[in-house]
């Protein structure tokens, strides 16, 4: 299970194995080959000062893909002289974490030697298996170290992010990757300088960008970009059409069931909300872009326009459900143009949460009050029996009053006066209002005259 360890003799080959890819060749050896995370690994930083005094402990690295977790682990434990011994949450299990742990209590059994376990996507192990390695940390015998690109308050368990402190990766910046590609280009011995490539700061950061923070996915890129570069005067230009064609498609930060998927989720609503049409459009199309289910967004769009525009437009509700359709009806790319517009619709439209507030206020009173009986006169009397007993005495049909006003209460005793709808000013409310206000004002003048 130790990746770093000599593992016995090879078999025999025909042919020489391939070299490893250039990330990995490229793989800072000491923390300062280290580029980015600054706030943990600068000089006086707190994670720095701990490895430079070799104070170990327990931890999880969170942050996205290409951060630098793998990197940072096993630097750890080259700084601090401890073993490092790295799987996957995806290929093991709990008898691999047997193993290990036996190893390690072996290993400090004999030589007092540390043991740091490395787990990579440590989100992935279940309950029962992150609950395995709570004893042997507590009592020291292996320096867990999880990497995770998911929030560890939502995925791992509170016994063991009890035990191990969180480290916050950041995405590094575009001078960051500019800095790892550059020097991959500049290295014979482990980068590309053999190939004699070329490229200038613009490609580098079309590669930084393309990339969007991942080192490893930048130095995927540029390695294949600068072997799919044919010679020309003894080098190898790096063109813009050559990094495209080696990155296909931008990569994006997005996990449908993970925490990004709130964070855009929740940017897109707000955007809408602030009446911002660039920035609800952008996150609407990082969203497509990243693979997102075009009905979900469809859904979250219609719930905006009852939720946020209400009244104010009621049309906005209407668009918003055609645009479903015709996403259903269209497909992609099409269809993603009809979630485009109800999108800038939505944006731009008159806002209130009207609606939204008398429903809860409702919903508060029908589920924390007893249940109230219907008023007797707005009930129907289908039997003699019923038309007995009262109900529908009293009964005021609008449509025979002028205006089709009455002036019969329709709440249940208890709940007299209740005003549940406070419409806004705003938009096609504003006239929803001046109604509402008005009618509420004849009610009142006419029970006052009844006295």
Same mark, same amino acid.
């Given at each position: 299970?130790?990746?770093?360890?000599?593992?016995?003799?090879?078999?025999? #080959?025909?042919?020489?194995?391939?070299? !490893?890819?250039?990330?990995?060749?490229?793989?800072?050896?000491? /923390?300062?080959?280290?580029?980015?995370?600054?706030?943990?690994?600068?000089?006086?930083?707190?994670?720095?000062?701990?490895?430079?005094?070799?104070?170990?402990?327990?931890?999880?690295? &969170?942050?996205?893909?290409?951060?630098?977790?793998?990197?940072?682990?096993?630097?750890?434990?080259?700084?601090?002289?401890?073993?490092?011994?790295?799987?996957?949450?995806?290929?093991?299990?709990?008898?691999?974490?047997?193993?290990?742990? =036996?190893? !390690?209590?072996?290993?400090?059994?004999?030589?007092?030697?540390?043991?740091?376990?490395?787990?990579?996507?440590?989100?992935?192990?279940?309950?029962?298996?992150?609950?395995?390695? /709570?004893?042997?940390?507590?009592?020291?015998?292996?320096?867990?170290?999880?990497?995770?690109?998911?929030?560890?308050?939502?995925?791992?368990?509170?016994? /063991?992010?009890?035990?191990?402190?969180?480290? @916050?990766?950041?995405?590094?910046?575009?001078?960051?990757?500019?800095?790892?590609?550059?020097?991959?280009?500049?290295?014979?011995?482990?980068?590309?300088?053999?190939? =004699?490539?070329?490229?200038?700061?613009?490609?580098?950061?079309?590669?930084?960008?393309?990339?969007?923070?991942?080192?490893?996915?930048?130095?995927?890129?540029?390695?294949?970009?600068?072997?799919?570069?044919?010679?020309?005067?003894?080098?190898?230009?790096?063109?813009?059409?050559?990094?495209?064609?080696?990155?296909?498609?931008?990569?994006?930060?997005?996990?449908?069931?993970?925490?990004?998927?709130?964070?855009?989720?929740?940017?897109?609503?707000?955007?809408?909300?602030?009446?911002?049409?660039?920035?609800?459009?952008? &996150?609407?199309?990082?969203?497509?872009?990243?693979?997102?289910?075009?009905?979900?967004?469809?859904?979250?769009?219609?719930?905006?326009?009852?939720?946020? @525009?209400?009244?104010?437009?009621?049309?906005?509700?209407?668009?918003?459900?055609? =645009?479903?359709?015709?996403?259903?009806?269209?497909?992609?790319?099409?269809?993603?143009?009809?979630?485009?517009?109800?999108?800038?619709?939505?944006?731009?439209?008159?806002?209130?949460? $009207?609606?939204?507030?008398?429903?809860?206020?409702?919903?508060?009173?029908?589920?924390?009050?007893? $249940?109230?009986?219907?008023?007797?006169?707005?009930?129907?009397?289908?039997?003699?029996?019923?038309?007995?007993?009262?109900?529908?005495?009293?009964?005021?049909?609008?449509?025979?009053?002028?205006?089709?006003? @009455?002036?019969?209460?329709?709440?249940?005793?208890?709940?007299?006066?209740?005003?549940?709808?406070?419409?806004?000013?705003?938009?096609?409310?504003?006239?929803?209002?001046?109604?509402?206000?008005? &009618?509420?004002? &004849? #009610?009142?003048?006419?029970?006052?005259?009844?006295?």
């Amino acid at each position: 299970m130790d990746l770093f360890e000599p593992r016995g003799p090879e078999p025999a #080959r025909a042919t020489a194995a391939p070299p !490893a890819p250039l990330a990995d060749r490229m793989r800072p050896r000491t /923390l300062d080959e280290l580029v980015g995370q600054a706030h943990l690994l600068g000089p006086g930083r707190v994670l720095r000062a701990a490895l430079e005094a070799g104070e170990l402990h327990s931890m999880l690295l &969170w942050g996205p893909p290409g951060s630098g977790k793998t990197t940072l682990a096993f630097l750890m434990a080259h700084v601090t002289g401890a073993r490092f011994v790295a799987f996957s949450a995806v290929l093991s299990g709990i008898k691999e974490i047997r193993e290990v742990i =036996a190893e !390690a209590e072996r290993e400090r059994g004999r030589h007092g030697a540390r043991t740091v376990l490395f787990v990579d996507e440590i989100h992935r192990f279940n309950r029962a298996q992150q609950d395995a390695f /709570l004893p042997h940390v507590e009592r020291g015998t292996i320096v867990l170290i999880g990497a995770t690109t998911e929030n560890p308050s939502f995925e791992v368990n509170s016994a /063991l992010l009890s035990r191990c402190r969180v480290y @916050v990766l950041h995405a590094l910046a575009e001078d960051d990757v500019v800095a790892i590609l550059g020097r991959a280009l500049a290295d014979r011995a482990r980068g590309l300088a053999a190939l =004699a490539p070329a490229a200038d700061d613009a490609a580098l950061r079309l590669i930084a960008r393309l990339a969007n923070g991942d080192a490893r996915s930048a130095l995927n890129i540029l390695e294949l970009a600068v072997q799919l570069a044919p010679p020309r005067g003894g080098r190898r230009p790096v063109t813009e059409a050559g990094i495209r064609e080696a990155a296909q498609r931008r990569t994006l930060l997005y996990d449908k069931a993970g925490e990004e998927h709130y964070n855009l989720i929740s940017a897109l609503h707000k955007s809408l909300r602030d009446s911002d049409p660039d920035a609800a459009l952008y &996150w609407l199309t990082r969203m497509l872009e990243a693979g997102e289910d075009r009905l979900y967004l469809a859904r979250r769009l219609v719930r905006f326009a009852s939720e946020d @525009v209400g009244n104010a437009d009621p049309g906005a509700l209407a668009l918003t459900l055609a =645009a479903k359709d015709a996403y259903h009806f269209l497909g992609d790319p099409e269809g993603e143009l009809a979630l485009a517009q109800a999108t800038l619709y939505l944006a731009l439209a008159p806002k209130s949460n $009207a609606v939204y507030a008398a429903h809860n206020a409702a919903k508060a009173d029908v589920r924390e009050r007893p $249940a109230e009986p219907v008023p007797l006169h707005i009930r129907n009397a289908p039997t003699g029996l019923m038309q007995e007993l009262g109900y529908g005495a009293g009964y005021q049909y609008a449509h025979d009053a002028p205006d089709a006003r @009455v002036e019969q209460e329709d709440l249940p005793e208890a709940l007299r006066g209740r005003e549940y709808y406070r419409p806004t000013d705003r938009g096609s409310e504003a006239e929803l209002g001046r109604r509402l206000a008005e &009618w509420r004002r &004849w #009610r009142a003048e006419r029970r006052k005259s009844r006295g």
